[in-house]
């Protein structure tokens, strides 16, 4: 009898230890409702009230304080949908808050140490953006397309959204800014007189994750050949309007990489 009255305590703090993990990670947000707010309010056709934004800054860090509190546990109780959208957000509010620790600033490319510094406390740990993107994120989840989803602050990236991702509507999402950033001309452009395929320098950053998704695209006869060129006519075939999708199943084209502005994504700075 002795002996099971001491058992009982220790099975309870088993017990204990056992589910503390997923209640905390039931009490994550993930409509990600902080964030949402302040994009909604201060984000407009991918530029970025920098100046308002500041006004709201408290807000932001408080974001990022729930961020961190997020232990590499929990995480890891999350679905796939949701570790994905909280990294994509996390990314982007960690960029917004470095452009707002240096604002007014010209450039992300202005700020020392922009993608090494580990400024960023997430999962238990300190990270840097180049961490979270190239460590994390293409490693484990495999998903192309995040590169139209994660925005560097700079003019040459795909425009931020007025919006937080969500698990419940990811799939939705990304296929939407992949669209979005595909047909855009400022960024990307079939040019059918020359056939030529101008494209955002990202497709060749990046070249690898697009080759793992469209390398092995059928190409028209004496198209290049090389998986980085199937895997980018891949992409633009699976995003394109029909008319110029259907021109690029038939004939070759060349493509061309368009230098990327690094301009900071600021209202206020707009042309």
């Known amino acids: 009898m002795p002996i099971i009255q001491r058992q009982k305590p220790i099975l309870a703090c088993i017990f204990v230890l056992f589910v503390a993990s997923p209640l905390a990670a039931d009490s994550f947000d993930h409509t990600h409702a902080l964030l949402n707010e302040l994009l909604v309010r201060h984000v407009s056709d991918g530029r970025v009230n ?11 860090q408080n974001y990022l304080t729930v961020l961190g509190e997020v232990s ?10 949701q570790q994905l959208a909280l990294l994509i957000n996390a990314y982007n509010a960690f960029t917004l808050e470095l452009i707002l620790r240096h604002y007014p600033v010209a450039s992300i490319q202005d700020i020392p140490g922009n993608w090494t510094e580990p400024l960023w406390f997430l999962l238990g740990r300190n990270f840097n953006l180049n961490d979270i ?8 989840y495999h998903e192309p397309r995040i590169h139209f989803a994660l925005v560097c602050a700079a003019n040459g990236c795909p425009p931020l959204q007025s919006e937080a991702y969500i698990a419940d509507k990811l799939e939705e999402q990304l296929a939407a800014v992949s669209r979005s950033y595909a047909r855009d ?11 030529t395929l101008y494209v955002s320098k990202i497709f060749e950053w990046y070249q690898d994750d697009f080759i793992a998704a469209w390398g ?5 006869k004496n198209s290049d050949s090389s998986l980085s060129h199937r895997g980018v006519v891949g992409f633009f ?5 029909e ?21 900071l994504n600021d209202s206020d700075q707009e042309d």
Do not use: C, M
């Open 185 to 195: 001309r400022s960024f990307n452009r079939l040019d059918k007189k020359s056939a």
């Open 133 to 140: 993107e190239n460590k994390i994120i293409r490693p484990r």
């Open 237 to 241: 075939l699976a995003q394109l309007k």
């Open 72 to 81: 590499n546990d929990d995480f890891h109780i999350f679905t796939h949908n």
């Open 216 to 220: 092995e695209t059928e190409l028209p």
């Open 50 to 60: 920098y100046k308002d934004l500041a006004e709201d800054r408290q807000q932001l």
């Open 243 to 263: 008319n110029e999708a259907d021109f690029l199943r038939r004939q070759p084209v060349t493509i061309r990489y368009l230098e990327y502005d690094w301009g």
